[in-house]
């Protein structure tokens, strides 16, 4: 099943649509950059056919807005400058597979209610993937690169490649952990990441796969009263949110503090820092 661009908008009389695929291995494509009527009402319910949860279906979804929501129930779309541009009610698809595809410009992906497994692909420009509320591991493999062997085009090279729990993720740049305990792991030689923001839960910033040298920087508290936000050279170059560091052993690595009074304790397998602002 496809669902054009401009097929919603393309009837005046149109005012709702019910795609039922029913029982079977479903592929649906949506590539709607507006799932309103041209009266500006949301018209598009989509069942797969799988309450009993044993088929495998695929949501495919490509958007060149800036913002979307993807629940086991609902796909949100909207742009910050159009604002709201519709929804889609989704029924059958809990557990099943996306893939979510953003255009050249600024993406956000919001999978924080996505059951399934997922690709996510920002396709240049500053892209955010905001994962799940769960204790997770986020795996910042590579920078990404232009790999579709056709230049400057579907495959725009930016931004970082990794995974996090079910979601492998493409040319995203900025990262938002949910409201269990992130742990973000940096991988050698990653140079094209923006920024790491983590509202709650004890997150963790792992740096032991970078090479020696480095220098991390406090520079303020967390953003939502959440650990500390800082930077750590161009390989981080802006987190918040953040409560725990790690760093290989050796010789070579800096942590500076803020301009404050503080508490540093020292030990031979780690230690902490406190200052008066917290």
């Known amino acids: 099943v496809t669902i054009s661009d401009g097929a919603l908008r393309s009837y005046a009389g149109l005012t709702s649509v ?3 695929t029913g029982e079977g291995n479903d592929v649906i494509n949506l590539n709607e950059s507006d799932y309103r009527n041209v009266g500006g009402a949301s018209v598009l319910t989509l069942n797969a056919g799988n309450a009993a949860g044993t088929d495998a279906d695929t949501l495919n979804v490509t958007t060149n807005r800036s913002s ?7 796909l949100t779309l909207s742009d910050s400058v159009a604002g709201a541009l519709g929804t889609v009610t989704l029924s059958g ?12 410009g600024d993406n956000s992906f919001d999978l924080r209610s996505w059951s399934g497994t997922a690709t996510v692909t920002g396709n240049g420009g500053t892209d955010t993937l905001r994962g799940r509320d769960v204790t997770q591991t986020w795996n910042l493999a590579a920078n990404d690169v232009d790999d579709d062997g056709v230049g400057v085009g579907a495959d ?20 938002i952990g949910g409201t269990g305990n992130d742990t973000f792991v940096i991988a050698a030689g990653l140079a094209s990441l923006n920024s790491i923001v983590d509202g709650s839960g004890l997150n963790t910033l792992d740096l032991r796969l970078v090479a020696a040298g480095k220098g991390v920087v406090l520079t303020a508290l967390g953003g939502s009263g959440v650990g500390f936000a800082g930077a750590v050279g161009a390989v981080v170059p802006s987190f918040d949110g953040i409560s725990e560091l790690l760093a290989p052993a050796g010789a070579g690595d800096t942590l500076t503090g803020r301009d404050l009074n503080a508490n540093w304790t020292i030990g031979t397998s780690g230690g902490s820092y406190v200052d008066a602002g917290t």
């Open 156 to 175: 725009l090279a930016s931004g970082v490649d990794g995974t996090v729990g079910t979601i492998t993720f493409n040319e995203i740049t900025d990262m």
């Open 93 to 104: 698809l809990a557990g099943e597979t996306g893939t979510f595809t953003g255009g050249a």
């Open 68 to 74: 979307l929501v993807v629940t086991d129930t609902l």
């Open 18 to 20: 019910a795609v039922n």
